[in-house]
């Protein structure tokens, strides 16, 4: 089964098995619907969420070093490129680029965000792959005999653990062949920082984390209630990562299809994890899944890094 169908059936088995777990889990990756991506795009605008400060100051230095590196002519591959806003900066700083492949979960929003594009970009190929990348990707073009730069901006290589993010970099070095990879990465445990931008943000974040629980009223057949549920932010050490859990504030038993779901009061759901990575850590991870070190960009306060790879 393929299309929306089978990426419902997917949906309902992944949250089936997380939500009857002894720990409760929901993949990450379903945050990622048009609300929760709206949301997303919200929170990167907000003055707590320091990554998208950071990266934003980084990105032209970088765009311009990366774009001498790459020559004319090249294929740009980003991986969850959402609103595909930065983007831009690369394609502004590459010479006469060929084209551009966004990939995403979102279907929708993709679709709307590649469109918006488009029009500024007349000479570059525009392309589009609705795909989990967690799982091996089916490109929309041909990257023989091309110039190729992957993008993965961010900090969502965190969202990974170690293991998951070395079997990422290895797909994603199949995937692009010879190539340059643009990689974000945060890399600080500042609390302080992490607070702000994990559990501020005025409200939107814990707004984005309960939206995947009102995603799966929309979606799946289920009574599970978001107003019953608090978002609570997890500074935890070793590996050094922040946890999102939702927390239940009542004993509740839901459904999920045939199945109960029992919450005891206190009892959470994690929904998301960012791991972060000191330089030398995020390099060793990469050499694990086939990749060296090509070019590195931080910021004043060292909080978040730009790596810059090659298969």
Same mark, same amino acid.
């Given at each position: 089964?393929?299309?929306?169908?089978?990426?419902?059936?997917?949906?309902?088995?992944?949250?089936?098995?997380?939500?009857?777990?002894?720990?409760?889990?929901?993949?990450?990756?379903?945050?990622?619907?048009?609300?929760?991506?709206?949301?997303?795009?919200?929170?990167?605008?907000?003055?707590?969420?320091?990554?998208?400060?950071?990266?934003?100051?980084?990105?032209?230095?970088?765009?311009?070093?990366?774009?001498?590196?790459?020559?004319?002519?090249?294929? *740009?591959?980003?991986?969850?490129?959402?609103?595909?806003?930065?983007?831009?900066?690369?394609?502004? $700083?590459?010479?006469?680029?060929?084209?551009? *492949?966004?990939?995403?979960?979102?279907?929708?929003?993709?679709?709307?965000?590649?469109?918006?594009?488009?029009?500024?970009?007349?000479?570059?190929?525009?392309?589009?792959?609705?795909?989990?990348?967690?799982?091996?990707?089916?490109?929309?073009?041909?990257?023989?005999?091309?110039?190729?730069?992957?993008?993965?901006?961010?900090?969502?290589?965190?969202?990974?653990?170690?293991?998951?993010?070395?079997?990422?970099?290895?797909?994603?070095?199949?995937?692009?062949?010879?190539?340059?990879?643009? *990689?974000? *990465?945060?890399?600080?445990?500042?609390?302080? $920082?992490?607070?702000?931008?994990?559990?501020?943000?005025?409200?939107?974040?814990?707004?984005?984390?309960?939206?995947?629980?009102?995603?799966?009223?929309?979606?799946?057949?289920?009574?599970?209630?978001?107003?019953?549920?608090?978002?609570?932010?997890?500074?935890?050490?070793?590996?050094?990562?922040?946890?999102?859990?939702?927390?239940?504030?009542? $004993?509740?038993?839901?459904?999920?299809?045939?199945?109960?779901?029992?919450?005891?009061?206190?009892?959470?759901?994690?929904?998301?994890?960012?791991?972060?990575?000191?330089?030398?850590?995020?390099?060793?991870?990469?050499?694990?899944?086939?990749?060296? $070190?090509?070019?590195?960009?931080?910021?004043?306060?060292?909080?978040?890094?730009?790596?810059?790879?090659?298969?």
């Amino acid at each position: 089964m393929s299309g929306p169908e089978g990426e419902r059936a997917e949906f309902l088995r992944d949250a089936l098995a997380g939500l009857t777990a002894p720990e409760k889990s929901l993949p990450g990756k379903y945050l990622w619907d048009e609300a929760g991506s709206g949301l997303f795009d919200r929170i990167c605008g907000h003055a707590d969420y320091y990554p998208m400060r950071e990266e934003s100051a980084l990105l032209p230095r970088a765009a311009a070093e990366v774009a001498a590196r790459l020559g004319p002519g090249a294929t *740009v591959i980003e991986f969850g490129s959402g609103a595909s806003r930065k983007i831009r900066t690369l394609l502004d $700083a590459l010479a006469r680029p060929a084209a551009y *492949v966004a990939i995403d979960i979102s279907r929708d929003y993709l679709a709307a965000a590649v469109a918006r594009l488009a029009p500024d970009y007349p000479d570059v190929e525009m392309l589009w792959s609705c795909a989990d990348y967690t799982k091996p990707v089916r490109l929309p073009v041909t990257l023989e005999g091309r110039s190729v730069l992957g993008f993965y901006p961010g900090t969502s290589i965190g969202n990974f653990t170690p293991a998951e993010a070395t079997a990422f970099l290895d797909r994603a070095r199949a995937t692009l062949g010879p190539s340059l990879f643009l *990689v974000g *990465v945060d890399a600080t445990w500042d609390r302080e $920082a992490l607070q702000g931008a994990y559990a501020g943000s005025d409200g939107l974040m814990a707004a984005f984390h309960l939206n995947l629980l009102a995603r799966l009223r929309r979606e799946l057949d289920t009574d599970i209630d978001p107003g019953n549920f608090r978002h609570e932010v997890r500074l935890c050490p070793d590996p050094e990562r922040v946890e999102a859990h939702l927390v239940a504030r009542a $004993a509740a038993t839901y459904r999920l299809g045939d199945r109960p779901l029992t919450f005891a009061a206190g009892e959470s759901i994690r929904t998301d994890t960012s791991h972060k990575y000191t330089p030398d850590a995020f390099r060793r991870l990469a050499a694990a899944g086939g990749w060296e $070190a090509a070019g590195f960009w931080q910021d004043p306060l060292g909080r978040y890094n730009l790596h810059l790879l090659r298969a």
